[in-house]
């Protein structure tokens, strides 16, 4: 059974062996194929128009999804492999053993945001920026320049009170749970975490920073947190929602799956502290 | 793969050159919005109204950004929802090469470069990627 770890909690071993998994899928080619996947729904994404992955109800089980097909491909190179996730209301600031050379590497150099220490460095050679939205083929960081402070935990509690999961019009617009944790209304969870990593993280090929997934694995934790405080709350809407996944409509682009299989996290992983 | 991808890019600026040739010639309604004064405001209102806002046209830090409405949607397709470019009804350049750009229902922007962080404007959108980008060329973002 994988269980998902805080990665303040990791051993040297296992931060090792998640990031030569990394490094082993971006040297064949499978890394990029979901940086790829998740820029063309960024850019297909809109409010007023067909709606999956992001600004809309289906954003939490898409990413489930998402990081499920991921943490298979690295237990395929590496079968004691599973996501770590990343508590940023507690590990806040940018000398987290999150940063450190051993695990993710650092913030980017003023002159040009270039990451220089860890694994995913450019001078390594190891990790090319090939999908990308300009020239630059570096991986960069601007720890905490764009957004000052990370959430802290007193704004995740509020978020996680709101009893109901989505509402119409069902985007960025939208009030409950989903749109405040996604960040689109309040507080701002998940779209500041993008923001105050800065760099690739900030833009539409996310996924080319290794922290886009332990930040989602934690967005995930999130969810399966709300289902236990609200075990009266479902996931909405329950059908005929135009250009909205419903709670048993398939999903794109795997269309072999609906929110609904995806609401129980337990059948595919569980997290250390529950 | 940098040498493919290169080869990519430089294959879609080119049929992206020739759209917005196209695109420019079949909707001369929006020329005349096209030259705004460098500084001047957005169009006001732009926050709550479903009209598209301004053109607007100028050299910032040292880099020509431009924007204008666009007729219609669906210039060129991201090939991904299957419907095509989503059609902002709003198209933003950079040194003339476009930037993705996408208007969330409050009325804010944000671009491809800056996707998590909504700013008021397209002309805002335009200007936080200049900052971002330091100096270096957009892509063609079908391309991305």
Request: no cysteine; aromatic share 8%.
């Amino acid at each position: 059974m994988t269980v998902r770890k805080n990665q303040a909690s990791l051993t040297a071993e296992e931060k090792r062996r998640f990031v030569a998994a990394v490094l082993e899928l971006k040297r064949s080619g499978r890394y990029d194929a979901f940086v790829t996947t998740h820029n063309a729904f960024i850019l297909g994404d809109t409010d007023n128009g067909e709606r999956t992955g992001h600004r809309s109800p289906s954003f939490l089980p898409w990413h489930r999804r998402f990081l499920l097909e991921f943490e298979r491909a690295l237990q395929s190179v590496d079968a004691s492999v599973a996501l770590p996730y990343w508590d940023w209301s507690v590990d806040r600031s940018t000398r987290a053993s999150l940063w450190a050379p051993d695990f993710l590497g650092g913030t980017g150099r003023s002159l040009d945001g270039r990451v220089m220490d860890g694994a995913f460095a450019a001078s390594t050679g190891n990790w090319p920026i090939s999908v990308r939205v300009d020239g630059r083929t570096y991986l960069r960081r601007a720890l905490g320049a764009s957004v000052r402070e990370l959430p802290t935990r007193a704004e995740v509690d509020s978020v996680l009170a709101m009893a109901t999961y989505d509402m119409a019009p069902w985007n960025s617009a939208s009030e409950g749970f989903r749109n405040h944790l996604e960040g689109w209304r309040g507080v701002n969870l998940h779209n500041r975490v993008h923001v105050w990593v800065g760099g690739q993280m900030a833009t539409g090929v996310s996924p080319n920073d290794p922290v886009f997934w332990l930040h989602h694995a934690y967005i995930d934790k999130l969810w399966a947190q709300w289902q236990r405080r609200h075990p009266g709350s479902a996931y909405v809407p329950a059908a005929g929602t135009p250009d909205v996944v419903d709670l048993n409509e398939t999903m794109k682009p795997w269309n072999d799956t609906t929110p609904a299989d995806l609401l129980d996290h337990t059948a595919h992983y569980a997290f250390d502290t529950d | 793969m940098p040498e493919l991808s290169r080869r990519r890019a430089l294959t879609t600026a080119a049929a992206l050159t020739a759209t917005a040739g196209a695109h420019t010639a079949v909707a001369p309604a929006t020329r005349a919005n096209d030259h705004h004064t460098p500084g001047s405001p957005d169009s006001p209102g732009s926050l709550a109204s479903p009209a598209s806002p301004a053109s607007f046209d100028e050299v910032y830090k040292g880099r020509r950004i431009q924007g204008r409405p666009t007729a219609g949607g669906g210039h060129h397709g991201d090939g991904h929802h299957g419907g095509g470019h989503h059609g902002a009804g709003y198209a933003v350049f950079v040194d003339g090469v476009e930037l993705h750009v996408m208007r969330n229902a409050d009325g804010s922007w944000i671009s491809v470069v800056s996707h998590y962080d909504p700013v008021p404007t397209p002309r805002a959108a335009a200007r936080a990627a200049v900052d971002e980008l330091r100096g270096a060329r957009l892509l063609p973002f079908p391309a991305n």
